[in-house]
Protein backbone atom coordinates (compact mmCIF):
# COMPACT_ATOMS: atom_id res chain seq x y z
CA UNK A 1 0.00 0.00 0.00
CA UNK A 2 1.69 3.58 -0.73
CA UNK A 3 1.64 5.93 1.33
CA UNK A 4 -1.31 8.30 -0.52
CA UNK A 5 -3.58 4.78 0.17
CA UNK A 6 -2.33 4.96 3.82
CA UNK A 7 -2.99 8.66 4.28
CA UNK A 8 -6.40 8.53 2.66
CA UNK A 9 -7.36 5.48 4.79
CA UNK A 10 -6.12 7.47 8.37
CA UNK A 11 -7.96 10.51 6.83
CA UNK A 12 -11.20 8.14 6.02
CA UNK A 13 -11.43 6.48 9.44
CA UNK A 14 -10.99 10.25 11.06
CA UNK A 15 -14.05 11.40 9.38
CA UNK A 16 -15.48 7.84 10.07
CA UNK A 17 -15.48 8.53 13.70
CA UNK A 18 -16.62 11.83 13.38
CA UNK A 19 -19.49 10.99 11.59
CA UNK A 20 -20.27 7.73 13.76
CA UNK A 21 -20.08 9.51 16.75
CA UNK A 22 -22.87 12.28 15.22
CA UNK A 23 -25.12 9.50 14.69
CA UNK A 24 -25.04 9.03 18.23
CA UNK A 25 -22.27 5.81 18.36
CA UNK A 26 -19.96 5.01 20.76
CA UNK A 27 -16.57 4.21 19.73
CA UNK A 28 -15.64 0.87 21.32
CA UNK A 29 -12.06 0.50 19.94
CA UNK A 30 -10.07 1.29 16.44
CA UNK A 31 -7.79 -1.23 14.64
CA UNK A 32 -8.36 -3.86 16.71
CA UNK A 33 -5.89 -6.14 15.28
CA UNK A 34 -5.33 -9.67 15.92
CA UNK A 35 -3.37 -13.02 14.02
CA UNK A 36 -6.75 -13.32 11.40
CA UNK A 37 -7.39 -9.84 10.75
CA UNK A 38 -8.19 -5.96 11.36
CA UNK A 39 -11.26 -4.82 12.11
CA UNK A 40 -11.04 -0.52 11.52
CA UNK A 41 -13.85 0.39 14.00
CA UNK A 42 -16.19 -1.20 17.08
CA UNK A 43 -18.92 0.84 17.99
CA UNK A 44 -22.04 0.56 20.19
CA UNK A 45 -25.51 1.99 19.66
CA UNK A 46 -28.97 0.49 20.55
CA UNK A 47 -27.42 -2.21 22.29
CA UNK A 48 -26.10 -3.64 19.56
CA UNK A 49 -21.89 -3.87 18.62
CA UNK A 50 -20.96 -2.51 15.08
CA UNK A 51 -18.12 -4.18 13.54
CA UNK A 52 -17.48 -1.09 11.00
CA UNK A 53 -14.91 -1.57 8.09
CA UNK A 54 -14.38 1.65 6.70
CA UNK A 55 -13.68 1.99 2.73
CA UNK A 56 -12.19 5.41 1.41
CA UNK A 57 -11.15 6.30 -2.18
CA UNK A 58 -11.10 9.25 -4.34
CA UNK A 59 -11.52 6.81 -7.77
CA UNK A 60 -12.66 3.77 -7.82
CA UNK A 61 -15.83 2.08 -5.77
CA UNK A 62 -14.66 1.55 -2.75
CA UNK A 63 -17.23 -1.21 -1.97
CA UNK A 64 -15.40 -3.34 -4.81
CA UNK A 65 -12.29 -3.83 -1.89
CA UNK A 66 -15.33 -5.30 0.49
CA UNK A 67 -14.03 -9.10 -1.17
CA UNK A 68 -15.75 -12.32 0.43
CA UNK A 69 -11.86 -13.26 1.31
CA UNK A 70 -11.76 -9.92 3.48
CA UNK A 71 -15.01 -10.95 4.95
CA UNK A 72 -14.22 -14.09 6.21
CA UNK A 73 -10.88 -12.76 7.70
CA UNK A 74 -12.94 -10.22 9.23
CA UNK A 75 -15.62 -12.74 10.58
CA UNK A 76 -12.89 -14.67 12.19
CA UNK A 77 -11.53 -11.63 13.94
CA UNK A 78 -14.87 -10.69 15.13
CA UNK A 79 -15.26 -14.23 16.41
CA UNK A 80 -11.93 -14.07 18.22
CA UNK A 81 -12.71 -10.18 19.71
CA UNK A 82 -15.99 -11.09 20.73
CA UNK A 83 -14.61 -14.53 22.44
CA UNK A 84 -11.66 -12.31 24.25
CA UNK A 85 -14.16 -9.71 25.22
CA UNK A 86 -16.02 -11.82 26.52
CA UNK A 87 -19.15 -10.17 24.92
CA UNK A 88 -22.57 -11.83 24.15
CA UNK A 89 -24.59 -8.82 22.50
CA UNK A 90 -25.68 -9.16 19.48
CA UNK A 91 -23.36 -7.84 16.73
CA UNK A 92 -23.65 -6.77 13.16
CA UNK A 93 -20.97 -5.88 10.41
CA UNK A 94 -21.46 -2.56 8.99
CA UNK A 95 -19.04 -0.49 5.46
CA UNK A 96 -18.59 2.70 6.24
CA UNK A 97 -17.87 3.67 2.20
CA UNK A 98 -16.10 7.66 1.98
CA UNK A 99 -16.22 8.75 -1.52
CA UNK A 100 -15.68 12.12 -3.09
CA UNK A 101 -16.46 14.03 0.24
CA UNK A 102 -20.18 11.78 0.44
CA UNK A 103 -20.17 9.46 3.41
CA UNK A 104 -22.75 6.47 3.77
CA UNK A 105 -22.88 4.06 6.29
CA UNK A 106 -23.85 0.53 5.03
CA UNK A 107 -25.50 -1.62 8.12
CA UNK A 108 -25.22 -5.14 8.36
CA UNK A 109 -23.73 -6.32 5.26
CA UNK A 110 -22.58 -9.48 4.16
CA UNK A 111 -21.09 -11.28 1.15
Known amino acids: ?6 NIGREGEERAVEYLQSLGYEIVARNFHSRFGE ?8 GVVHFIE ?3 SMSKNPLE ?3 SYKMQK ?13 IE ?4 IDALII ?13
Do not use: F
Open 1 to 6: MGKESL
Open 39 to 46: IDIIAQKD
Open 54 to 56: VKA
Open 65 to 67: NIT
Open 74 to 86: LKKTIRYYLYTAK
Open 89 to 92: QPYQ
Open 99 to 111: QNNQIELLENISI
